[in-house]
């Protein structure tokens, strides 16, 4: 019997001869005829063809493309999930997992899966050396992750204390200061964004941007959104891109890249120029230029440094605003523990500049639980981090076959009933009242950072600057939202986490 593959070459010759009537309908006919022997296939005889899940994303991507664009795919995959139960078909090509025991055999460390095409497209130029993030290979990861350690260790993170909590005194003045942008309602997404670029802004290029001070540079934040939403929509079609459609179909996303691309290079050659000059300073960019990887000897090129800084400013950025954010969403619509993590604050320091890492801030075990669950509620991925297994592996006990990717979302697994009793609720004491084994299985659902060796090289980063930045809000200031304010925080899934508001009204604690 004739395959598809000979079949269709048959037809495009036929195509290249004279199209004659009888021709036209032959070509027609067994193009027809392919596709519905496609949708078959997909829906009787494929690997995956046993598991449930919606018709047309069995026998389709574009649903999921669609999801991406749109930026509501981590609530249709939590729809999925409670619709069709912990394993689900989202794509032809795709399951998803909303288990515990998928996010180890999937994300952890003796994992076999590895990231794939999703995170294999590039700048439009195509002149790309991949990132942390978007280094596909095993190998390629293990030397860029040894090599950005010492700049993410516990030692150079003490050095970049006194820098961030300089930056948090320019914010809390800022946010208090009824004449500064947006003038006395502060749209506080905004605000931590600012806080947060200018924090990496100084970190990764030596320079703040000086988001909280000047409008110059307000401009970079859409330019990131976009930035990570064509990723998000390519990641998932990367087909798109391959044909040569994607800047048909997303032009205006791209020609954003470019400009945010020429943005970060032009911050990395001010770096650079700097450095040769003497001007230099210890932060990340140094650091970088200055590590060795302790397996090879070798060092980062200055192209690479420069993109791995720029995936800081976006990465480590994202994290502690989409958390922040949400967090004050919750605190401001619930005065009584917002009161509660203050007077816990305030029993452990004295005054503002008090409030340091160490031993005090530690014991602020609701602080934590705050935090925890800002984390919770708004994961600054809060789709999906697909993988694939190249050879074929086990997931929670189902064999997955080569080519297939898999992946536990996120947004869904941390709102597990099972896992988050009452889970749209924020509830911070749930980490530290709840009985121990109830404690224990929430923790094992947890993964706003990954697991893993690709987890989240900048974690400790992120978690100094979220505890002192809520911290010191908590101690100086009030929040008052500016009229009602929903129960859910509201995220826009663009891999990254899009957000608006809350908008605040935030004065100095009598």
């Not at 460390?109 to 590039?122: L, Q, V």
């Not at 505890?467 to 809000?473: D, W």
Request: glycine content about 8%; overall charge neutral; some cysteine.
């Amino acid at each position: 019997m004739e395959d598809n593959q000979a079949f269709t070459t048959r037809l495009l010759r036929t195509a290249h001869g004279a199209l004659t009537p009888a021709n036209g309908a032959l070509l027609i006919g067994g193009l027809f005829l392919l596709l519905v022997w496609g949708v078959v296939y997909r829906l009787a005889f494929h690997p995956l063809a046993k598991y449930p899940g919606p018709f047309l994303h069995k026998i389709s991507n574009i649903p999921c493309i669609w999801y991406a664009h749109k930026g509501n795919r981590h609530l249709v995959l939590t729809e999925l999930h409670e619709k069709y139960g912990e394993v689900v078909r989202y794509g032809p090509n795709c399951l998803i997992f909303n288990t515990t025991k998928a996010i180890r055999d999937i994300y952890g460390s003796a994992s076999g899966f590895t990231k794939g095409k999703y995170y294999s497209h590039g700048p439009p130029d195509h002149k790309y050396i991949a990132n942390i993030v978007s280094a596909v290979s095993k190998a390629e990861h293990g030397r860029k992750r040894r090599l950005m350690s010492g700049a993410m260790s516990d030692t150079a993170i003490r050095k970049y204390e006194e820098f961030v909590c300089e930056k948090i005194s320019v914010f809390l003045r800022q946010v208090m200061d009824p004449k500064t942008f947006n003038g006395q309602i502060k749209n506080m997404s905004d605000w931590f964004n600012f806080l947060a670029y200018d924090i990496m802004g100084h970190l990764a290029f030596g320079k703040g941007f000086n988001m909280m001070e000047s409008d110059e540079h307000h401009y970079v934040q859409p330019l990131i959104e976009q930035f990570q939403h064509k990723g998000s929509v390519l990641g998932t079609a990367p087909w798109l891109e391959k044909y040569g459609l994607a800047r048909f179909l997303l032009g205006d996303m791209m020609s954003k890249q470019i400009k945010f691309q020429n943005y970060a290079a032009n911050q990395a050659a001010e770096r650079i120029a700097r450095e040769n000059a003497g001007d230099g300073i210890d932060d990340i960019f140094r650091l970088l230029m200055q590590a060795r990887d302790k397996e090879t000897g070798e060092k980062m090129g200055m192209e690479e440094i420069a993109g791995e800084a720029a995936v800081l400013i976006t990465a480590g950025s994202d994290t502690s605003s989409t958390a922040l954010s949400g967090l004050a969403h919750y605190l401001a619509a619930d005065p009584p523990r917002f009161q509660k993590l203050k007077s816990e604050i305030k029993s452990k320091f004295a005054t503002v500049d008090e409030i340091v890492s160490g031993p005090a801030l530690s014991s602020c075990t609701y602080l934590r639980a705050c935090i925890d669950e800002a984390l919770r509620l708004c994961p600054p991925v809060p789709g999906l981090l697909p993988r694939e297994n190249h050879s074929g592996g086990y997931v929670d006990g189902i064999f997955v076959p080569p080519g297939i990717e898999v992946a536990v979302p996120i947004w869904a697994i941390h709102r597990k009933p099972e896992l988050f009793p009452s889970p749209d609720m924020f509830r911070p004491e749930r980490w530290i009242e709840d009985p121990p084994e109830q404690i224990e299985r929430a923790r094992s659902g947890m993964m706003p950072f990954s697991i893993g060796t690709r987890g989240c090289v900048g974690k400790s980063l992120a978690m100094m600057e979220l505890q002192l930045i809520t911290a010191k809000l908590a101690f100086v200031a009030n929040i008052e939202p500016a009229g009602s304010l929903p129960p859910r925080y509201e995220l826009i899934d663009f891999f990254g986490a899009a957000r608006d508001g809350p908008y605040l009204k935030i004065t100095m604690d009598a």
